[in-house]
């Protein structure tokens, strides 16, 4: 049976049951991690009139049609002491090991149009930054949000984050219109306070601009950090421990990791409160080789992201989310393509690349490899989220310095449907290197007050 999907009914060939029809009772058991909620009618607006505990077993006596989450209208209709509610049906599933009931089948979140959040529930906001965002290739000018990444590494902080940006304004006259950060130094098993990031993010925000967030997750098995990726328990020294371990009710890594979503959420939400959409870009760089979620199994790596999407989605209601799939540029020809992990389109609404130039690298190549045209025909917007004129390991950071203006005169003549680009941190940024007038004063470049109120 596949790990983690949603359950879809398969209704009579006549159409959608206006009532239920006989539905033999058929004992199910809840697939979170965490504490589901029975609701009196099928929508998430409804009264909760009772939770059932992770692997709780119920009885599920039928089904109807309610609300739609993530393309999926099915609601399953359980018993509980009180009577009977309603559970969507992406929140249980059989607990009969003999396989899916009749007139049952998995099936994945349907694709929204292109420029429509997977969210159903997406607020007003986030839907908006996601229409304009999609329609940039459309434009004669102004088509490429600027960015330049705020913090992550070792010694950084609001105040380098701050730096940056200002070190850009003050040498073109324009703040970038993206900005971002990265949770891992604030996470519960790290800083365990958000408030440091997220003041930047809404302060930035409030300005004018947008934002996105990545996170560099620590190890759930070991605590150790995103780097930890050997798995002991292998002969083979390339191993990564199998995601599936982190969607098993019960296995002490899924309960961590349980436990490190909620608190990521509480960031997130923090920065809902506040009025703030998050381009929100977790499990980067997938088909690389320096993390713990990488290496996997194409479909497990799936799994682990639609469960993320499913939690933050209808558990957390965290609707000020649009989500990012940033795979990186391969490193070698046996490198499997950026789309081979890609979750689905019914989870993603921005794709990706992250790209460190080679030494010497003029042009820009993308597509070195077939990267580009992979995620191009994804049917996503495009962004470099993670962007440097230089190798990701630093070499040449005492040399020439970059011209920042061949970034757009590339993205103009090779890549033009690439919507935004983000500059990283340290000597990758735009300030480190020349020309960063050249960049933001290009008549294709969106700088900060140059977008539009959402």
Known sequence: MKKVFLLLIVLATSGVFAHPPHFQTT??????????????????????????????????TGHTEGETLSGNAVWLIVSIPAGSGYVHSSLLRPADSGGVPAGIEVALAASPPRGVPANPN????????????????ERGDNRVVSGQFGAFGDGTSRESAEQQVQEVFDESGHYPALTGMDYKRWDMMNGNDFSEPNGFLIDYWNAGGLVNLSWHANNPWTGGSSNDWENPNTSDPWDTRPVTELLMLGNPAAI?????????????????????????RPLHEMNGGWAWWHRQDPEAFKALWRDMFDYFTYEKGLNNLLWAYTPMMNGSDFDPSPAVFYPGGGYVDFVGLDKYMNIGEDPLNLNRRGEY???????????L????????????????????????????DLYPEVVLFQAWEYVWQIGWHDNAAGLMTDPWVITRDELPGF
């Open 373 to 383: 045209d992979a995620i191009r025909a994804l049917d996503k917007p495009i962004g």
């Open 256 to 280: 961590q990791w349980r436990a490190m979503l909620d608190n990521i959420a509480s960031g997130l939400q923090e920065l809902e409160d506040a009025g703030v959409v998050v381009i929100w």
């Open 122 to 137: 997406a607020d007003r906001t986030a839907r908006a930054v996601l229409r304009y965002l999609n329609t940039l290739p």
């Open 385 to 412: 989220f993670e962007f440097g004129p230089i190798p990701a390991s630093g070499e040449g950071w005492d040399g020439p310095r970059y011209n920042y203006a061949n970034l757009i005169r590339d993205i103009r």
């Open 27 to 60: 004992p199910y058991q809840v697939a979170s991690s965490s504490r589901i909620n029975v609701r009196a009618e099928p929508n998430t607006d409804a009264t909760v009139v009772t939770q059932l505990d992770p692997g709780t077993q119920v009885d599920v």
